[in-house]
């Protein structure tokens, strides 16, 4: 199975605060990766897929970007609503893996 | 607009089998280039994939439950249902269906239900 590694697990930051998280595949995946926010109680909404293109609806200050083993997701200017857990996801190979998550908290 | 439900028992007791039912709209189950998974989510953590059906009702499981999962669809009441035998408390999770599509090169899932919670407790 490709195991997804998120980094930082938690990262605290206020509002305007660009905020980076990183997803590391444990073999190439090439481009086929897709960013997750889940707020509390709520399901996951997907963000980006093919590692780089914004899902339609999702707010221009969410970016994705990388290929093989390294990805990052960016917020330009974090925004109240953005604070919540953002999951990776890998669909290059079965099974489909997510990394444990990472936090993005009120600082 | 594509929606997904997710319906089933809040409580199941160990060693029962849980049925799961994702009922679809706003598209075909038949739909080329589109599927359905299902994903769960222990309480506080992370998401897990469990089984993925094509259009052509092929079928996919994650490696560790493999034994204990069934995946199937009937395409005429647009529904998905998971079965999951022999339950343990460790099954606890809030349990997710997905749509997934394809574009340019592989599967991915764009629309989730918005879950169901399943406790297993004698």
């Known amino acids: 199975d490709i195991q997804m590694t998120q980094s930082p697990s938690t990262v605290s930051a206020s509002v305007g605060d660009r905020v980076t998280i990183t997803c590391r595949a444990s073999?190439?995946?090439?481009?086929?990766l897709a960013w997750y926010q889940q707020k509390p109680g709520k399901a996951p909404n997907l963000l980006i897929y093919?590692?780089?293109i914004l899902e339609s609806g999702v707010p221009s200050r969410f970016s994705g970007s990388g290929s093989g083993t390294e990805f990052t997701l960016t917020i330009s200017s974090l925004q109240p609503d953005d604070f919540a857990v953002f999951y990776c996801?890998?669909?290059?190979?079965?099974?489909?893996?997510f990394g444990q998550g990472t936090t993005v908290e009120i600082k | 607009q594509v929606t997904l439900k997710e319906s089933g028992p809040v409580l199941v007791k160990p060693t029962e089998t849980l049925t799961l039912t994702c009922t679809v709209s706003?598209?075909?189950?038949?739909?080329?280039?589109?599927?359905v998974s299902w994903i769960r989510q222990p309480p506080g953590k992370a998401l897990e994939w469990l089984a993925h059906?094509?259009?052509?009702?092929?079928?996919t499981y994650t490696t560790s439950l493999k034994s204990r999962l069934t995946i199937s669809k009937d395409t005429s009441k647009s529904q998905v249902v998971l079965t999951m035998t022999n339950l343990d408390p460790l099954d606890t999770a809030a349990y997710y269906c997905?749509?997934?599509?394809?574009?340019?090169?592989?599967?991915?899932?764009?629309?989730w239900g918005e879950g169901t919670t399943v406790t297993v407790s004698s």
């Open positions: 997905a749509r997934s599509r394809i574009e340019s090169g592989y599967y991915y899932m764009d629309v």
């Open positions: 706003g598209f075909s189950l038949n739909t080329p280039r589109m599927g």
């Open positions: 059906i094509f259009s052509n009702d092929q079928k």
């Open positions: 073999q190439s995946i090439s481009i086929w």
């Open positions: 093919d590692a780089s």
């Open positions: 996801q890998q669909y290059r190979g079965y099974p489909w893996t």
